[in-house]
């Protein structure tokens, strides 16, 4: 049995993963009128915001953080490298399309 | 004792006899569950990135019929909901079963909400004719979201049935399910709801 990370932990977390979704929705301008393409550095943020999010979720909800390194590096990698390939083809349609 | 049994000092493996996977805290088949899952939708991403690239305007135009301020209210409802389902685990681990099933129950009570917000976003998707052979954007919208949306049912049936046959395994299995559910969630909705 893996030690739990408590009550404490456990809301502070939901707290900064509220947080980070209204920061989300927030630098996604949806307080604007009308459509149009977020700036780059808007779009950045989501996707790091994102990648904060889902680590938070992994290490703490589900206790990621009691494992050993290389497993918190492969779950934590594979989070990475599907936002890498998600930016990747966003800037692509963006910049080059 | 083999390679990957050795426990790392003052920390006792949570899986002993588990292999490479004994490292993992809770039902150590439900992380494989959880990362092949993660591999599934990392390939459906990176199809949907891939098409938004070829069909650009296309996807920008569908894209603004959706309710962003929808889908970030499902993100805190389920965000919510994961925080109970792990509130659940405390209880169960400190043995009290009633507070566990409590806190299940508004877990699962959050899911249902979850549901009724995806479900009338369907309903007024329907109401205005489009529908999954919209267009390309569309099918993976519906395509990506009803697949997503099946995991919250199964969650919410794996809830039951651990508010059933309450035990720390049990809790444990399907919380971590549940966290799996809101993993792909928080990577679901910037994708389809806010990068553009």
Redesign the interface.
Known sequence: MATLPGKRHLLITWGVLIALTVVSMVSARLDQDGWQALPLWSAALVVLVTGFKAQQILLVYLNLRQSTGAWKGAFIGIITLTLLLISAGYLYARLVV | MSQYDQP?PG?PL?NPGWGPLS????NPLMWVL??SE??V??AF??LY??E??AQ?SLF?SSQ?QLD??MG?LN??VL??S??F???A??AV?AGKIRRTRQWLACAAGLGVLFGAIKVFEYTSKFAVGITPETNTFFGFYFGLTAFHFAHVLFGLVLLGLVSWKTS?ENVETAA?FW??V??IW??L???L????
């Open positions: 790392q920390r949570p490292a993992l805290p809770g959880i990362l993660l591999v939708f990392m991403f990176v990135i891939t938004r690239a650009l920008d603004q962003p301020l970030g993100t805190m965000l919510t994961g925080l389902v792990a509130f685990v405390e681990d720390l971590a966290h799996m809101d993993l928080i990577l909705y910037p994708l709801y806010l990068l553009r």
